[in-house]
C-alpha cells in the first residue's frame, strides 16, 4: 500500500457528509482513524477532558464529514489500539499504531490531514456549482 493510496482515500472520504465510522472499509477507515489518531500529541499523557477536546476539534475540521461524536471515536481509538487508556480511564496516551494501520499513520503524518481534507471539500464544491451551472445553462437553451 503506497502513502499515496491512504491520502487519495482521505480526500474521498473528506467530501461526504454523514458518515458513519461503522460503514468505513479499507483505506478509508484506516486513513480516518489514523487521521483522528494524529489529533492526539505524540508522547503526551492527557486527560480524559484534554483527549475530548482534541476528538472534537478534529471532528469539527478534518473529521467534520463523521456523523459521530468524540465519545465513540475515542473509543473506537482505544479499542482498535491507536491510544491507550489506563486502567482507570484517567490518562490517554496516543500509541503506536497497529501493525495493520501502521503505513496509514505513516502517511496522514506526512501530510496535514485538515487542509488536505479542507481543500478536497473546497475541490468538491466548485465542481458541483460548475455542474450545475452546466445544466441550468442546457435547460435554457431549451
Known amino acids: 500500500m503506497s502513502d499515496d493510496t491512504f491520502v487519495k482515500a482521505w480526500r474521498a472520504t473528506a467530501v461526504k457528509q454523514g458518515v458513519t465510522l461503522g460503514a468505513l472499509t479499507g483505506d478509508a477507515f484506516a486513513a480516518t482513524l489514523a487521521s ?6 505524540a508522547g503526551a499523557t ?5 483527549v475530548n477536546e482534541c476528538l472534537r476539534g478534529w471532528l469539527a475540521g478534518p473529521g467534520a464529514m463523521l456523523a459521530t461524536d468524540h465519545v465513540e471515536l475515542r473509543r473506537w ?14 490518562a490517554y496516551r496516543r500509541s503506536e499504531p497497529p501493525a495493520a494501520m501502521a503505513a496509514a499513520v505513516a502517511a ?17 464544491a466548485r465542481e458541483r456549482t460548475e455542474r450545475r451551472a452546466r445544466h441550468e ?6
Open 36 to 41: 483522528a489518531s494524529l489529533a492526539i500529541p
Open 77 to 90: 481509538l482505544v479499542d482498535l489500539k491507536f491510544v491507550e487508556r489506563d486502567g482507570y480511564g484517567r
Open 46 to 50: 492527557l486527560t480524559e477532558r484534554d
Open 108 to 124: 496522514m503524518a506526512a501530510i496535514d490531514p485538515g487542509a488536505v481534507a479542507a481543500e478536497a471539500r473546497a475541490s468538491h
Open 137 to 142: 445553462a442546457r435547460g435554457s437553451e431549451r
